[in-house]
């Protein structure tokens, strides 16, 4: 007997429509929330022993097509942060000054954003909460970045993106 195989939950698998099951409207696909976001915390950059913060999200298809237009790898990567980085908020001057920030904590956050977009919102909660013992957080229209407590803050550790090579030009 073999056994059975388990598929990621984004994994695209042709299927047949459930009894009683009606396709998806053009509205309700719009209407999906499905940027992905998560906490880091860049070892790279720390206040009194303490790492700092920031909070991101997945690019959106029209901005991954502007990142990937940059013809400099450096400007890839620092409008990356001006477009995902949402706590805080950068401008395009103040992103272009990253240039002149610890290389590896620049890419690794930036690789981690282009990654982002490949993962499912409960998985990442799912992985955050696992590894920490913290609670979900809320998603959607209850997701607020000023939700975050303490231990949901320490525990978005899933940014610190292992050694992967993920170039701009390959999101």
Same mark, same amino acid.
């Given at each position: ?17 459930? *009894? ?7 509205? *309700?696909?719009?209407?999906? @929330? ?16 303490? @790492? ?76 955050? @909460? ?10 959607? *229209? ?12 320490? *525990? ?16």
């Amino acid at each position: 007997m073999s056994e059975p195989s388990i598929t990621h939950p984004q994994t695209f698998m042709p299927s047949k429509l459930a *009894a009683g099951e009606e396709y998806a409207s053009v509205e *309700a696909i719009l209407q999906c @929330s499905d940027l992905p976001h998560a906490t880091l915390h860049i070892p790279h950059w720390r206040i009194g022993g303490v @790492s700092l913060a920031i909070r991101v999200r997945a690019l959106s298809l029209v901005e991954r097509d502007r990142v990937q237009r940059e013809e400099d790898t450096v400007a890839q990567y620092c409008l990356t942060w001006q477009l995902a980085c949402v706590v805080p908020t950068f401008t395009p001057e103040q992103a272009n000054a990253l240039a002149n920030k610890n290389p590896h904590a620049v890419e690794q956050a930036a690789r981690f954003i282009w990654l982002l977009s490949a993962l499912d919102q409960e998985w990442i909660d799912h992985v955050v @909460s696992t590894a920490t013992d913290a609670p979900p957080i809320a998603t959607g *229209a209850d997701a607020s970045p000023a939700a975050d407590t303490g231990q949901t803050i320490r *525990a978005r550790r899933v940014g610190r993106a292992s050694g992967g090579k993920v170039q701009p030009a390959a999101i």
